[in-house]
Nanobody
Framework: QVRIVESGGGLVQPGGSLRLSCAASGYIFSRYAMGWYRQAPGKQRKFVAGITSGGRTNYADSVEGRFTISRDNAKNTAYLQMNSLKSDDTADYYC????????????WGQGTQVTVSS
């Protein structure tokens, strides 16, 4: 079974930075594209950033130029470096594979909270 554990969230002031970590297990990590998603209170979960097994990245327009996704296959871990944070970035952040490892069996971790406020 796929297991995802997100960490690194917290309270930061506008303009600050935060680095999130995503520790994965239960599948061959290096073969799958990974992505970060976020969900603000009362809203749907949205795609934030993705990275392929080959290292190509893509981002939502709202975070382009401010966030950087990366991965360390030796540690089965993906990261999200967040800079120039805004209040609109406040949300619960989740990590997952872009494609389901087992079709129809998508599972999500507990996520990690990011609050941007002065």
């Amino acid at each position: 079974q796929v297991r995802i554990v997100e960490s690194g969230g917290g309270l930061v002031q506008p303009g600050g930075s935060l680095r999130l970590s995503c520790a994965a297990s239960g599948y061959i990590f290096s073969r799958y594209a990974m992505g970060w998603y976020r969900q603000a209170p009362g809203k749907q979960r949205k795609f934030v950033a993705g990275i392929t097994s080959g290292g190509r990245t893509n981002y939502a327009d709202s975070v382009e130029g401010r966030f950087t996704i990366s991965r360390d296959n030796a540690k089965n871990t993906a990261y999200l470096q967040m800079n120039s944070l805004k209040s609109d970035d406040t949300a619960d952040y989740y990590c997952n594979t872009i494609m389901e490892v087992v079709p129809g069996s998508r599972s999500w971790g507990q996520g990690t909270q990011v609050t941007v406020s002065s």
